[in-house]
T-cell receptor, first 113, second 111 residues
Framework: EAQVTQNPRYLITVTGKKLTVTCSQN?????MSWYRQDPGLGLRQIYY???????DKGDVPEGYKVSRKEKRNFPLILESPSPNQTSLYFC????????????FGSGTQLSVL | GQQLNQSPQSMFIQEGEDVSMNCTSS?????WLWYKQDPGEGPVLLIA?????ELTSNGRLTAQFGITRKDSFLNISASIPSDVGIYFC???????????FGTGTRLKVLA
């Protein structure tokens, strides 16, 4: 089944403790992206990657890192999480092409205490 | 960052009623997408629009790409309880992979 898989689904952590949220897609998509969803603000892009070893900042990159060593994986790294990073996070992917569509994972609910 | 104005923010409707929601932008988009998010899940694509004036249906859902390319509309006919969720619009500018999302319309259907 074609899908975008995120792990974990839920995560509670404490301020300053490094964490990684994994994202994997099995559709051979070139483009992958991370979003955070907050009440009243919709989806805001954190980072995106056009292909392996090619990443760029989205609208809200502060406090986050990403890497794209393989085509299928695009982990989101929080080196020193803070409470304002408590949010619902989504990974998404799509193939190259003008009319291609964006597919989302099921989300990771992160709480930073 | 830029965001789309989506309205209404939330709505309660009776089962069987028709629903309308819209998104407006100060920027022109080449593509409009409409997503639905069920509780605890990621957004799922409902309809994609690629041309100004385009009207596209997916079952009871109909969406239109505004002729100014700055707005889009989604209609749901004869709503049912499983229509409950958050509906997001997203605009994409030509030649880019950047998506701008609306703030969502939370729909609740009363049986």
């Amino acid at each position: 089944e074609a899908q975008v898989t995120q792990n974990p689904r839920y995560l509670i952590t404490v301020t300053g403790k490094k964490l990684t949220v994994t994202c994997s897609q099995n559709m051979n998509h070139e483009y992958m992206s991370w979003y955070r969803q907050d009440p009243g603000l919709g989806l805001r892009q954190i980072y995106y990657s056009m292909n392996v070893e090619v990443t760029d900042k989205g609208d809200v990159p502060e406090g986050y890192k990403v890497s794209r060593k393989e085509k299928r994986n695009f982990p989101l790294i929080l080196e020193s999480p803070s409470p304002n990073q408590t949010s619902l996070y989504f990974c998404a992917s799509r193939p190259q092409g003008v009319d291609e569509k964006l597919f989302f994972g099921s989300g990771t609910q992160l709480s930073v205490l | 960052g830029q965001q789309l104005n989506q309205s209404p923010q939330s709505m309660f409707i009776q089962e069987g009623e028709d629903v309308s929601m819209n998104c407006t932008s100060s920027s022109i988009f080449n593509t409009w997408l409409w997503y639905k998010q069920d509780p605890g899940e990621g957004p799922v694509l409902l309809i994609a629009l690629y041309k100004a004036g385009e009207l596209t249906s997916n079952g009871r859902l109909t969406a239109q790409f505004g002729i100014t390319r700055k707005d889009s509309f989604l209609n749901i006919s004869a709503s049912i309880p499983s229509d409950v969720g958050i509906y997001f619009c997203a605009g994409q500018s030509g030649g880019t992979y950047k998506y701008i999302f609306g703030t969502g319309t939370r729909l609740k259907v009363l049986a």
